[in-house]
């Protein structure tokens, strides 16, 4: 009896460190108005360089963690004849390499039936329905309020929602049951209704720019994302924070980069050849038991 008990707890730890080698990435990427750079990063919140995206002004990133996509807005801004308004920007859409973190050709947002063009602000893919949602800012690109819009990752199509109700909800993510969450630049931290877009406050922060929000796959934990400051002539880092649910900030690290990270987007990662083995030995070593239980 003893040889079977242990038998089944040696199975029992080869498949639970066969699971535990899968796991997430974390992806970043900044924006300092020249070129945005894609990053990995780490536990302790520290980035590492994938490469230059080929784009200037990444505002958000959004992913398929179960297929590996990941997705891009940015704003369409020439530099060199741009006025520092912001009525009058519209935004792309982009899929990244996660390897090399060169972006795709630009697909546009647009909307209504003169294919109107939109300024789409943050994005968040809910993979519990599948969808692909993103939001207007107010004040940029003409929108007179925040808007939820879901939008064809294909095409760019992008269908009117509703009013969010808050206003500059600048981070916007879903985690793993498809609860859609925001964050506006005042702090409010918020749940967002998909079929109607109002907004209901779950919590308030401490006020500032409030970036991405990402759920690890994993565990569902979520991420928020707090851009860089200064303060008092000195820069000020993006910081990486754990919340709850209810608002309740559980981590603060500081991502130790010196440009604004701006958006955030796990991507569950392909197990090494080394975890397939401990998860087959796991289950021979289960069928093994089995048999001699039989006989």
């Not at 968040?124 to 692909?132: E, N, Q, R």
């Not at 931290?189 to 079929?195: A, E, G, L, N």
């Not at 990402?214 to 754990?242: C, V, W």
């Amino acid at each position: 009896m003893m040889t079977i008990v242990r038998a089944l707890l040696a199975a029992a730890v080869w498949c639970a460190c066969a699971a535990s080698a899968i796991a997430s990435q974390l992806y970043a990427v900044n924006n300092n108005l020249t070129s945005s750079t894609l990053y990995t990063v780490d536990a302790f919140a520290v980035p590492s360089p994938v490469g230059v995206t080929g784009l200037t002004t990444i505002v958000d990133l959004a992913s398929n963690p179960a297929n590996g996509t990941l997705w891009a807005v940015d704003y369409n801004i020439d530099f060199a004849t741009w006025d520092g308004r912001l009525d009058n920007l519209t935004s792309n859409l982009h899929t990244l390499n996660p390897a090399t973190g060169i972006a795709s050709a630009p697909i546009a947002f647009i909307t209504g039936p003169a294919s109107s063009r939109l300024a789409i602000g943050s994005l968040a893919y809910d993979i519990a329905s599948g969808k692909l949602y993103g939001n207007t800012i107010t004040g940029v690109g003409g929108a007179t309020r925040d808007q939820l819009y879901e939008i064809n990752p294909y095409t760019g199509a992008a269908t009117l929602i509703g009013n969010i109700f808050f206003s500059n909800v600048i981070a916007l993510g879903a985690d793993n049951f498809g609860v859609l969450y925001g964050i506006s630049e005042a702090g409010k931290f918020i749940t967002i209704d998909k079929t109607t877009g109002a907004g209901s406050l779950v919590a308030s922060l401490a006020p500032g720019t409030y970036h991405d929000i990402a759920a690890r796959p994993e565990d569902n934990t979520l991420y928020i994302l707090k851009g860089a400051a200064e303060l008092a002539g000195e820069f000020l880092p993006s910081r990486l924070l754990q919340i709850s649910p209810q608002g309740v900030l559980l981590t603060d690290a500081a991502v130790s980069t010196e440009t604004d990270i701006t958006g955030l987007a796990f991507i569950a990662e392909v197990p090494e050849p080394s975890t397939y083995v401990l998860m087959l030995a796991g289950l021979l070593g289960l069928a093994w038991v089995a048999r001699r239980r039989v006989r």
